[in-house]
């Protein structure tokens, strides 16, 4: 019986190290920043961002879906393969209409990384017009 569980512990050991190691190999994202605050901008022009990664891990990454919470933000992104150490972009844009107020998006990445869902952020608030102080 004994010689079962040792057997039976060594092979669950091997098995937890064995995906420990393909997942340090997995593409794996590295962002400047998964946040962006527009601060003020005007209601009815929109604003883009590119949120700008590195692939960190070993092999290629690639992204097969990039959706935004609302019509309103349309992402686009690199949809060829990112090797190691290459870099790509996922551009953002933010139309905003109607009334001015606070706004906050999310940007949701699929991808086959080790972190398969990411979720990226912008925020700001629209505004009928922009004084001196809001273009500092």
Partial sequence: M????VALTLFVSFSIAA?????????KFKFDSETHNFGKILANKPVTY??????VGEQPLIITKAEASCGCTVPKYTSTPIKQGETGVISVTYSA????????KTITI???????VKVLYIKGETVKELTKEDTK
Wanted: charged fraction near 20%.
């Fill in 2 to 5: 004994k010689k079962i569980i």
């Fill in 19 to 27: 995906q420990a190691q393909t997942d340090n190999k997995a593409p």
């Fill in 50 to 55: 590119d949120f700008k990664y590195e692939n």
């Fill in 97 to 104: 209409a109607g009334a001015p107020s606070s706004f906050s």
């Fill in 110 to 116: 699929s991808s086959n990384s080790s972190t398969p």
